[in-house]
């Protein structure tokens, strides 16, 4: 189960942590994008190539202390085509340097539409009977609103591709009580009713360590919840944004983990990507800064959870 190289990894590397790449051309240091806009113009294809030569600078500094990182899918469709192949480039890129990549899409959809979505992301495409793998990430985001019948196509792509899931259950955003805090006829609140929802859909993905690869998005921002999910959902894997710029601390994600300091993995974007802005270095040293500041935030998250160990 995809999930299981995950946490052989975080084990290896002792670092529960995922560096998002979300990238926008204000974080990119101007060297790179005048040298990407040389060849191409300030045109979508010279953003695209700014976003890859910076994505790559940041895989390289982060690749043997971090075992993951969390291409927002987003961030490259606002480029067109050219940022899309991007996004492509950067996930064949990490996966070539051993990381495990998770793709932050939140599809939703249900039926064949679905699995065109998972296959697209995690599966392969079938072009005249000849299978070829178009983004290949090792998991990806969705949302559940829709029940099972957005989730059981993506459960049988990552069956068949060993790969795996994180379905929002109570996400970071200041907002995300308006529904998810709602309680249902049974006083339940739906975060967690969509979290036990989790728990069931994962008994067909389980791994050998406990944890299955259907997992919850659940945010940093919220500590009180994410300790009550992490009791609640034994065999649930966490993904947990919202570390750093949006609030979070190590003292906040510790209740994500479980006895053996596994059981999440704390996503920091702007905090590890914009560390060379923070540090005021040189624009040229910004692939060193975030290796510091992702050297920074595995120390500290350590130091509440201890040892990582199976």
């Known amino acids: 189960m995809s999930f299981d190289r995950l946490i052989k990894g975080i084990v290896k590397m002792q670092n529960p942590t995922v560096a998002g790449l979300d990238p926008k051309l204000d974080f990119i240091p101007d060297y790179i994008k005048e040298e990407a806009y040389k060849k191409y113009g300030k045109t979508l294809d010279g953003a695209a190539e700014a976003l890859f030569e910076f994505n790559k600078g940041l895989i390289d500094a982060l690749c043997d202390i971090v075992p993951a990182v969390k291409p927002q899918a987003a961030y490259y469709e606002m480029y067109g085509w050219q940022g899309v192949r991007t996004l492509q480039k950067t996930i064949d890129y990490a996966k070539q340097k051993g990381m495990f990549v998770i793709t932050d899409g939140k599809r939703n959809d249900i039926g064949t539409t679905m699995e065109a979505y998972a296959n697209a992301h995690l599966g392969s495409t079938d072009i005249e009977g000849e299978k070829v793998e178009a983004f290949g990430a090792d998991a990806l985001t969705v949302n ?110 510790a209740p994500a983990f479980d006895e053996n300091g596994l059981g999440a993995i704390i996503n920091s974007s702007r905090g590890i990507m914009c560390a060379w802005k923070k540090e005021g270095c040189d624009p040229k040293d910004f692939a060193q800064a975030a290796r510091r500041e992702a050297i920074r935030m595995r120390d500290e998250i350590v130091s509440y959870i201890g040892e990582i160990k199976l």
């Open 144 to 253: 559940g609103y829709l029940g099972s019948d957005g989730i059981n196509p993506v459960i049988k792509v990552s069956s068949q591709n060993d790969k795996g899931m994180f379905i929002l259950v109570k996400t970071s955003n200041q907002s995300s009580g308006e529904l998810q805090d709602k309680k249902l006829d049974d006083n339940t609140t739906i975060y967690r009713t969509m979290g036990a929802m989790c728990e069931k859909w994962g008994e067909q993905l389980m791994g050998e360590y406990g944890y299955s690869g259907v997992g919850a998005v659940v945010g940093a921002t919220y500590p009180e919840q994410l300790g009550e999910l992490r009791k609640a959902l034994p065999h649930t894997f966490f993904l947990v944004p919202g570390y750093g710029a949006q609030g979070g601390g190590a003292k906040d994600v």
